[in-house]
C-alpha cells in the first residue's frame, strides 16, 4: 500500500470518497464536462475558430466522445457536481476538518484540485499552458462562475501549498 | 444512454451508488477479498490440494495479484461491506424503496446480485457450475456466513426474478 494512504479505511467514507472521485473525474463528470463545453461552440459552428483550432477541438471531439445533448447538460452538470462538494467542504469544516473527507488527506483533495485547472487555472508561473487552453479552461460562462465558491478554491491552494508540488505541468 | 437507466441522475444517490459499487466490484472490494480467501488455503500450503487445483489457483493467485496481507484482512472486510449494504437495504425499505438505491433499479441492484454468487451461489439447475468452484465459493467462514443478512439474499432473488435470466452462466 502507498504511503501516506490516500483512500480511507472506513466504509462510509471510503463509498463517499470513490462516489465524488467519479464525480470529478468518471463518464459525465466535471471534468469531461467541462471538455464537452470547450468543444461545443466549434461543434456547434465549426466557423467561430481558425483552422489550427478548429483541428485540434474536432479531433478531440472524436476522441472524448462530443455528443451535443450532453454538451447541452454539461454545465448544469458541473453546477450540481460543484455544489455537492461545497457542502461536503463546509460539512467538513463543522466537523473541525480541513479535508474533504475525514480527517486526513485523500485521493479527493487531490483529484479536486488538479482538476480545478480546468475551471480555474492557476496563474502562468504556477501552471504554465497556452494562452488558447487557459482562455478554454477559465471561459466556463456565468453558471459555473457563480457556484465556483472560494473556499473550494483555497481549499485547492492550501493543497497544493502542503502536498503538491508546483509549477503545474498539464 | 442505454433504457433503462441504471444510474441515478440525483448526485447524492449516484454518489453513493457508485462508490457502494466500487465495494461490491473495485479494488480489495468484496469479490477482490474473496477471490483471496479462496486462494490463501493453497498459498499457505500449497499440498492441501490436489495438483490440478493447486496449478490452478496458483494460475489466480498471480493473475489476482494475491497477497498474503490482505489475505489475512479479506473475510473482516467482505463482513464490513455486507453490512454497509444491509443498512443501505434497510434504509430503502424504511423509505418504502424496494431497490438498493432510490426508487428504481440501479447497476448497483445488479451487481450485488450477481456478486452475491461468490458467497451463496444459486442452486445448479439456475447457476451450473465445476463442484470444486461451488465448494470453493460457499465455503465463507463463520464470520461472513454470520453477516450473509437474508434480506440481501431476498433482494437478490427479488432482482433475478424481475429484472434478471436465469440460468446464470459464469
Known amino acids: 500500500m502507498p504511503e501516506p494512504k490516500l483512500v480511507?479505511?472506513?466504509i462510509a467514507e471510503r463509498t463517499l470518497m470513490l462516489g465524488l472521485c467519479n464525480?470529478?473525474?468518471?463518464?459525465?463528470?466535471?471534468?469531461w464536462c467541462r471538455r464537452l463545453m470547450v468543444m461545443q461552440p466549434t461543434m456547434i459552428d465549426p466557423d467561430s475558430q481558425p483552422e489550427e483550432v478548429?483541428?485540434?477541438l474536432t479531433f478531440f471531439a472524436t476522441k472524448y466522445?462530443?455528443?451535443a445533448a450532453q454538451a447541452e447538460g454539461a454545465a448544469a452538470r458541473v453546477v450540481s457536481i460543484l455544489n455537492a462538494l461545497s457542502a461536503q467542504l463546509a460539512a467538513q469544516k463543522t466537523k473541525g476538518?480541513?479535508?474533504?473527507?475525514?480527517d486526513q488527506l485523500t485521493a479527493l483533495d487531490i483529484y479536486w484540485s488538479t482538476a480545478a485547472a480546468i475551471l480555474d487555472?492557476?496563474?502562468?508561473?504556477?501552471c504554465p499552458m497556452p494562452d488558447n487552453?487557459?482562455?478554454?479552461?477559465?471561459t466556463v460562462g456565468p453558471d459555473i462562475e457563480?457556484?465556483?465558491?472560494?473556499?473550494?478554491?483555497a481549499h485547492r491552494d492550501f493543497i497544493y501549498e502542503n502536498y503538491l508540488t508546483l509549477p503545474l505541468l498539464m
Chains 1, 2 share one sequence.
Open 121 to 126: 487555472p492557476l496563474p502562468h508561473n504556477m
Open 133 to 138: 487552453f487557459r482562455e478554454f479552461y477559465s
Open 65 to 67: 466522445h462530443y455528443d
Open 8 to 10: 480511507p479505511d472506513d
Open 54 to 56: 478548429r483541428n485540434f
Open 146 to 153: 457563480a457556484a465556483l465558491d472560494t473556499k473550494l478554491l
Open 97 to 102: 476538518s480541513k479535508y474533504l473527507i475525514g
Open 23 to 31: 464525480e470529478l473525474l468518471g463518464q459525465n463528470g466535471l471534468v
